[in-house]
């Protein structure tokens, strides 16, 4: 599934971190480095390296936090937006794909085995 997913995403050159770290921000909260690291599973200098290619092409920027000046969030650009519109669709179809071939209830499974694990 990752190389499969990462052939799809490459046609928009972004990586799997890339559109883990799109996907969380999208949601609208504003992150710290801290936090966008934890989320995504990442390791902060590991993070820091990404957001910086991130930033380069236009999908991210960085913000001094409102409420401790000492910290970054990171938010997406209008660029990171569409870009994220138009990969959400590959996702999509990525999963009919992997639901067809073990069937709904067991991907559903899967998919909450996973959830776990994470947690």
């Known amino acids: 599934m990752s190389t499969s997913l990462n052939a799809r995403l490459k046609q928009h050159g972004i990586q799997i971190e890339a559109w883990r770290i799109l996907e969380t921000l999208e949601a609208g909260e504003r ?23 991130m930033v380069s092409d236009g999908l991210v920027h960085r913000q001094i ?26 996702v999509r179809e990525q999963d009919a794909e992997f ?12 998919i909450e085995m996973l959830r776990e694990m994470v947690q």
């Open 65 to 90: 936090a409102q409420v401790d000046h000492r910290q970054i969030n990171v938010l997406p650009t209008a660029l990171g937006k569409k870009r994220m519109l138009q990969i959400r669709q590959e």
């Open 99 to 110: 639901q067809s071939l073990i069937g709904k209830d067991e991907a559903d499974k899967l």
């Open 31 to 53: 992150l710290t480095m801290g936090q966008l690291a934890d989320v995504v599973l990442m390791n902060p200098p590991t993070l820091t390296k990404l957001v910086d290619r």
